[in-house]
Nanobody, 120 residues
């Protein structure tokens, strides 16, 4: 199962984007209890965790995005979202979604990335 992230694009600094990651092929019971995350990769750097939403609803954010990004999910639609506000050029990168169901009987699912470019 491969996820497909969408919603990236070119935006000016200060703007907003909302990324989506539907996971329709993951069974519902696994999706709802899985940890869900958004990662960002920029050239020359390792992929970094930007936002995490655990199966019990706890959220964690990278310091660089706290107060600006919000991760959420819609269990009925089996979709993970990342609302990104007050974007800066440093947010530029390829964003990947992840649904890690290994603790709840599933697999570690990754999406194809979506490119976010923030111009100054």
């Amino acid at each position: 199962v491969q996820l497909q992230a969408s919603g990236g694009g070119l935006v000016q600094a200060g703007g907003s984007l909302r990324l989506s990651c539907p996971a329709s092929r993951i069974i519902t019971s696994v999706f709802t209890r899985s940890d869900k995350g958004w990662y960002r990769q920029t050239p020359g750097k390792q992929r970094e965790l930007v936002a995490l939403l655990t199966g019990d609803g706890t959220t964690n954010y990278a310091d660089s995005v706290k107060g600006r990004f919000v991760i959420s999910r819609d269990n009925a639609k089996k979709t993970v979202y990342l609302q990104m506000n007050s974007l800066t050029p440093e947010d530029t990168g390829v964003y990947y979604c992840n649904v890690n169901g290994q603790r709840v009987g599933g697999l570690d699912y990754w999406g194809q990335g979506t490119l976010v470019t923030v111009s100054s």
